[in-house]
């Protein structure tokens, strides 16, 4: 079962089992919009626009999803919002952007959605300004963590929506550019994590 048909079943669904346990967390990790420069705010994997309501004002947003009947969610969303937001409709680990577009990139619930979260933070590293920002919400382990029910259950749940066994450090491994400026627990304990990650001005010198 693909990521774009399953979510195409659960996008009338989402915000019922989604919206308000993450409320909080996706406020929090919003709110450092206001930290640093955010002109072009890029949200991958926007989903049905939960974020949206959240979103300060004065950046110019793009939000990007795999799913049509998601997006077609959060158009909806963000016209009740009465809100200034493009939506493009296409694959996190191909983003159709040019490098350095974007000062902030948000990656909310979807790097342990997606089976190669790798190559979506190397997508998000690319399309990032040097100095720019990488605001992260997601569940992850720790290098070594046994959690052996999450280990357990996340093949079926991979089959359905997303997993629980992904090792955050791992995927930060692949991808040199980034170094971690926040990496704090966001709920459930230390089970979903807020980090923020910054693009090296090294990367500079390569563009």
Known sequence: MTLRYTYT?????????????????????????????????????????LDLPLLPHGPRYTGIDLTPAMLARAQRRAARLKMDIHFDQGDARCLPY???????????????????????????????????????????LRPGQCAPVRRLISPLLGLLATRTNVVFDEVLAQTPDL?????????????????????????CLNL
Do not use: C, N
């Open 9 to 49: 079943l659960f996008a009338p669904v989402y915000d019922i089992f989604v919206e308000r346990f993450t409320h909080g967390a996706r406020q929090r990790s919003l709110a450092r919009l206001g930290d640093g420069p955010h002109d072009e705010v890029l949200l991958v994997g926007v989903g049905s626009g």
């Open 98 to 140: 040019p490098a350095a577009a974007f000062d902030v990139v948000v990656l909310h619930l979807i790097l342990a959605v997606t089976p190669h979260p790798e190559q979506v933070l190397q997508e998000a590293t690319r399309v990032l300004h040097p100095g720019g920002r990488v605001l992260i919400l997601d569940k992850f």
């Open 179 to 203: 170094e971690v400026m926040l990496d704090q627990p966001a709920l459930a304990g230390d089970w979903f994590r807020q980090i923020i990650l910054r693009k090296t001005a090294t990367e």
